[in-house]
């Protein structure tokens, strides 16, 4: 008797969830888990501007749970036997292991998840995709806007790059120097110094970043986050993917729209770009069963 | 293998917080530098000037080194009814910061030759400082100049060759060609990544040749 292979199953669409069981979701999840982490550092902001430092209370500064402040100071640190760059803490180095290893673990995670940063964002891109919504003119016109930066696309992957080279000149700054290069220049630092009104590099590419998230997604982690340079190469080696089913999809491009770092999802068929942080936007835009999962594998050789 | 997304979130959570977690457990934890990992308090020390930090305060900075308060206050050309409780890191201005504070006590701390007996002297001479109770400030006319040749965060390559300080010699202390003469010495070195006390010490000492 031989064995005939099973025909292929249409995929089938996923049922529409209604009502409040739509917020069942895990987008709903993981937004209410960034929330949780930018309210976390507003309250440590304002108790840290409140109190003030000639206070006798010791307060943390927002910046001691910066795990980029412990990449910038891991080199001191090891060399030093202990001691930091200015502005940096044993918190610095401690956060910076748990994105570390959460990066080894489950990708980019951390900025899907957690980076308040990329959930401002994530706001201000929300706020413009609302306004789109509701005024046919400023769609209208974002639309001709998309229709002629189309023609600098091809810049996009070499812009991609520019964020190692700000990963390499931060950490060999701090190396060398042995104070923080990129501090002035960083607009995390800007904005939870911002009670400071002290007028720094890092404010006018905050204002730049927030500018940028109206017209496209994670601007800042697409294409100058050293932090995220640094998760995403440690996320190489991670077990976790995101695999496209080809018999399940219909590629209706429907994943390729929802993913904030505008990777190119449907043509796809294993997701293990440095550039994927993981927060499953396009799975959860999926509309079809099956047609793209979450999956574990043996990194780098057996993600297929 | 396929995951839950949901699965997947509370994972990165647990993952993320359990190793922050894990170290806080471990007493692998400090969110200061006011506060030892034990929880003492950090004190600046006498012997070493590095142990500053931009937010301890004047009246820290007097007590520890045993330099009154208005010797501060002038050396800087800080306003003289500047309170000892005023973090340094509030004060900072092109004429003072704490690695301008840290240059200044470093070469108070440096031992002085006796020029009759050739014992080192340490020209810190006890003086009354500021006590943590009671702040006194003494007035003091808010435009000061500091003591002639002593190199100080102002004093550019200019005024060494003015004080007959050999080019040479400047540039054997600094590694390099002199830049343009009008450059301040401590922007210079801010600018090429050296650290100022050192090249202060080593220039002042050139200076004292010269007088």
């Given at each position: 008797?031989?064995?005939q292979?099973?025909?292929?199953?249409?995929s089938?669409v996923?049922?529409?969830?209604?009502?409040?069981?739509?917020?069942?979701?895990?987008?709903?999840?993981?937004?209410?888990?960034?929330?949780?982490?930018?309210?976390?550092?507003?309250?440590?902001?304002?108790?840290h501007?409140?109190?003030?430092?000639?206070?006798g209370?010791?307060t943390?500064?927002?910046?001691?749970?910066?795990?980029?402040?412990?990449?910038?100071?891991?080199?001191?640190?090891?060399?030093?036997?202990?001691?930091?760059?200015?502005?940096?803490?044993?918190?610095?180095?401690?956060?910076?292991?748990?994105?570390?290893?959460?990066?080894?673990?489950?990708?980019?995670?951390?900025?899907?998840?957690?980076?308040p940063?990329?959930?401002?964002?994530?706001?201000?891109?929300?706020?413009?995709?609302?306004?789109?919504?509701?005024?046919?003119?400023?769609?209208?016109?974002?639309?001709?806007?998309?229709?002629?930066?189309?023609?600098?696309?091809?810049?996009?992957?070499?812009?991609?790059?520019?964020?190692?080279?700000?990963?390499?000149?931060?950490?060999?700054?701090?190396?060398?120097y042995?104070?923080?290069?990129?501090r002035?220049?960083?607009?995390?630092?800007?904005?939870?110094?911002?009670?400071?009104?002290?007028?720094?590099?890092?404010?006018?590419?905050?204002?730049?970043?927030?500018?940028?998230?109206?017209?496209?997604?994670?601007?800042?982690?697409?294409?100058?986050?050293?932090?995220?340079?640094?998760?995403?190469?440690?996320?190489?080696?991670?077990?976790?993917?995101?695999?496209?089913?080809?018999?399940?999809?219909?590629?209706?491009?429907?994943?390729?729209?929802?993913?904030?770092?505008?990777?190119?999802?449907h043509?796809?068929?294993?997701?293990?770009?440095?550039?994927?942080?993981?927060?499953?936007?396009?799975v959860?835009?999926?509309?079809?069963?099956?047609?793209?999962?979450?999956?574990?594998?043996?990194?780098?050789?057996?993600?297929? | 293998m396929?995951?839950?997304?949901?699965?997947?979130?509370?994972?990165?959570?647990?993952?993320?917080?359990?190793?922050?977690?894990?170290?806080?457990?471990?007493?692998?934890?400090?969110?200061?530098?006011?506060?030892?990992?034990?929880?003492?308090?950090?004190q600046?020390s006498?012997?070493?000037?590095?142990?500053?930090?931009?937010?301890?305060?004047?009246?820290?900075?007097?007590?520890?080194?045993?330099?009154?308060?208005?010797?501060?206050?002038?050396?800087?050309?800080?306003?003289?009814?500047?309170?000892?409780?005023?973090?340094?890191?509030?004060?900072?201005?092109?004429?003072?910061?704490a690695?301008?504070?840290?240059?200044?006590?470093?070469?108070?701390?440096?031992?002085?030759?006796s020029?009759?007996?050739?014992?080192?002297?340490?020209?810190?001479?006890?003086?009354?400082?500021?006590?943590?109770?009671?702040?006194?400030?003494?007035?003091?006319?808010t435009?000061?100049?500091?003591?002639?040749?002593?190199?100080?965060?102002?004093?550019?390559?200019?005024?060494?060759?003015d004080?007959n300080?050999?080019?040479?010699t400047?540039?054997?202390?600094?590694?390099?060609?002199?830049?343009?003469?009008?450059?301040?010495?401590?922007?210079?070195?801010?600018?090429?990544?050296?650290?100022?006390?050192?090249?202060?010490?080593?220039?002042?000492?050139?200076?004292?040749?010269?007088k």
């Amino acid at each position: 008797m031989t064995s005939q292979p099973l025909p292929v199953l249409p995929s089938r669409v996923k049922p529409r969830l209604r009502g409040w069981k739509s917020l069942l979701t895990h987008q709903t999840f993981r937004r209410v888990v960034q929330l949780g982490f930018a309210a976390f550092i507003l309250v440590v902001t304002l108790q840290h501007v409140l109190a003030g430092e000639s206070s006798g209370n010791v307060t943390a500064s927002p910046e001691a749970y910066c795990p980029f402040g412990g990449l910038e100071t891991l080199y001191k640190y090891i060399t030093s036997g202990g001691s930091f760059v200015s502005h940096t803490h044993l918190s610095n180095v401690v956060v910076l292991v748990a994105v570390l290893v959460t990066a080894l673990l489950a990708r980019s995670a951390f900025c899907g998840w957690v980076c308040p940063l990329g959930f401002i964002q994530d706001l201000v891109s929300g706020f413009s995709a609302f306004l789109r919504k509701r005024i046919p003119g400023l769609r209208k016109a974002m639309n001709a806007l998309k229709k002629r930066g189309s023609r600098l696309a091809f810049l996009d992957r070499y812009l991609r790059l520019l964020k190692y080279a700000v990963l390499a000149w931060a950490v060999i700054g701090a190396g060398v120097y042995g104070v923080m290069v990129f501090r002035d220049y960083d607009p995390w630092s800007a904005l939870i110094n911002i009670a400071e009104f002290s007028f720094t590099p890092g404010l006018v590419v905050l204002g730049i970043t927030l500018a940028a998230s109206f017209f496209i997604e994670r601007p800042w982690c697409r294409y100058a986050c050293p932090l995220g340079a640094a998760s995403g190469l440690v996320g190489k080696f991670s077990p976790m993917y995101l695999k496209r089913e080809a018999d399940a999809c219909k590629v209706c491009k429907v994943c390729t729209n929802a993913c904030p770092m505008g990777l190119p999802v449907h043509t796809a068929t294993t997701i293990t770009s440095a550039d994927c942080m993981g927060c499953l936007e396009c799975v959860g835009a999926c509309p079809r069963e099956g047609a793209l999962e979450v999956k574990i594998g043996i990194p780098l050789i057996g993600q297929k | 293998m396929r995951i839950n997304p949901f699965i997947f979130g509370i994972a990165v959570i647990v993952i993320f917080l359990g190793v922050i977690l894990s170290f806080q457990a471990a007493g692998i934890w400090s969110v200061s530098g006011k506060v030892t990992s034990g929880g003492q308090a950090v004190q600046p020390s006498a012997e070493d000037v590095n142990t500053i930090k931009g937010w301890m305060t004047l009246e820290q900075i007097s007590t520890v080194y045993n330099v009154p308060l208005a010797d501060i206050l002038a050396q800087f050309s800080l306003p003289a009814d500047t309170p000892a409780s005023t973090a340094i890191k509030d004060l900072e201005s092109d004429t003072f910061s704490a690695e301008d504070l840290r240059a200044w006590l470093e070469s108070r701390m440096q031992p002085v030759e006796s020029e009759a007996t050739g014992v080192p002297v340490s020209d810190a001479t006890p003086t009354p400082v500021v006590l943590p109770t009671e702040i006194v400030a003494t007035p003091l006319a808010t435009e000061h100049v500091a003591p002639e040749k002593t190199i100080t965060g102002k004093t550019t390559f200019q005024d060494l060759l003015d004080w007959n300080v050999p080019e040479e010699t400047i540039r054997q202390i600094i590694g390099g060609d002199l830049p343009a003469l009008t450059t301040v010495i401590k922007d210079y070195a801010t600018q090429n990544g050296l650290e100022f006390a050192p090249i202060k010490t080593a220039i002042q000492a050139e200076v004292d040749k010269t007088k």
